[in-house]
């Protein structure tokens, strides 16, 4: 592509990474299902600019990072095989035995689980704070040994922005490197690296892939000493990604600013339509002006994707399940970002510790959507025949 710079985002995701005179043609890079990749002679084995060894990637896992650096504004990239295996490089890349460790109390399950069990046994002391914590109060939990912190935004299930135009500024001063999972944001509606963070995680699973039919995770920065210790534990632990999977992210790229702005407006759309409704008590979207973090979401975040939940008052099991039965066009069922529009109850896995809202049982139901391409129309009428239900 002649003067890649100034063409608009949508054609510059379009074609990054793609070399069709490179593959005879064809438009998209060939699937090499490779683990060997021989040399012509003995000798070329070592000597070769290339990596002839399939867990070092092939030509669609180079697509894939060249269209990845594009999105995330990134200098370097490394997958994993799936979003958490990228969130745990991320967090053990930078620490050792006897570090500190900040983690969000707003982030993924599994995520924690890999700070509290994990890094605990490698010796790395995890405090979990609030993630609506200010500025003051985050310096004071900094300590001499303090290494990384671990954002997330908006917070899995719960939806709260961090203060990060406060909170970045100090891990700066002490130098902490500052990691955020931006699988919600995913390089379209926010760009954490452009913003200030060293280190950026997409689980590719959602967006990226964006059709429910893979995995993938990826761990990028512009640092090239933060990109060395990514690297070595990359390496280290072995992490590869699929080149079926790296087929699906690649491509799942030349749509991905249409479709996540297609499902923010949707959902969006949703959300205003869910405020105005008795039964539910609080619509937990960082796009509506009632949110609380509002204002820190406009300040960062260019639109909404799709993903959101709500609470309801009710909590008896009886009238849960009268909500759920008969819904038609949401299916029940983790993960996000695809093209079909997905519903959980998330009571039974929300963990909090340090977040006043949820730290006490009696919040009411808190329901999370994924919203997908289907008519938003449809969806309301969805759930407003649930709610009726009530
Ligand atoms: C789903 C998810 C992950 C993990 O991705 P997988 O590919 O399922 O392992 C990580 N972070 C967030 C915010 C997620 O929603």
Redesign the pocket.
């Known amino acids: 592509m002649k003067n890649p710079e100034q063409k608009k985002r949508a054609t510059r995701l379009l074609h990054a990474g793609r070399s069709p005179e490179a593959f005879g043609g064809a438009v998209n890079p060939p699937i090499k299902r490779a683990s060997t990749i021989l040399a012509k002679t003995a000798d070329g084995l070592y000597n070769t600019p290339k990596s002839l060894y399939g867990r070092m990637g092939t030509e669609v896992h180079d697509a894939l990072i060249a269209g990845l650096k594009e999105l995330e504004a990134a200098d370097f990239v490394h997958l994993a095989p799936?979003?958490?295996?990228a969130?745990s490089l991320a967090m053990a890349s930078f620490v050792q035995s006897g570090d500190h460790f900040l983690l969000t109390d707003s982030a993924?399950g599994?995520?924690r689980r890999f700070a509290t069990r994990y890094l605990k046994k490698m010796g790395v002391d995890v405090t979990i704070f609030d993630p609506r914590i200010n500025a003051a109060d985050f310096k004071a939990l900094i300590r001499d040994n303090t290494r990384a912190v671990f954002f997330?935004a908006p917070g899995?299930l719960t939806f709260e922005v961090h203060k990060m135009r406060d909170l970045l500024p100090v891990c700066k001063e002490h130098s902490v490197t500052s990691i955020i999972?931006n699988?919600?944001g995913c390089g379209i509606v926010f760009q954490p690296l452009e913003f200030g963070f060293d280190v950026c995680?997409q689980?590719?699973?959602?967006y990226v892939i964006g059709h429910s039919d893979g995995?993938?995770?990826a761990v990028m920065c512009r640092d090239e000493k933060l990109n060395r210790s990514i690297n070595e534990a990359a390496t280290d632990w072995g992490l590869s990604m699929s080149p079926d999977d790296a087929y699906l992210a690649q491509r799942g790229l030349r749509t991905i600013k249409h479709r996540v702005e297609a499902q923010g407006q949707s959902g969006l759309k949703i959300a205003e339509w869910l405020e105005q409704q008795p039964q539910v008590k609080q619509v937990l979207h960082p796009a509506l002006p009632t949110h609380p973090d509002h204002e820190e979401y406009k300040a960062a975040f260019s639109g909404p994707s799709g993903l959101f939940s709500f609470l309801l008052h009710i909590e008896d099991k009886e009238s849960i399940e009268r909500f759920f039965a008969g819904i038609e066009l949401f299916g029940f069922g983790f993960?996000?970002g695809g093209f079909e529009s997905l519903m959980i109850p998330c009571n039974p896995q929300l963990l909090r510790t340090e977040s006043p809202q949820w730290k006490s049982k009696g919040y009411g139901t808190l329901i999370r959507l994924q919203i997908g391409l289907e008519d938003s129309d449809d969806l309301i009428a969805d759930l407003k025949a649930a709610l009726d239900r009530l």
């Open positions: 799936n979003g958490l295996g969130c993924y599994p995520t997330e899995s999972d699988t919600w995680v689980a590719l699973t959602k995995f993938g995770g993960s996000w």
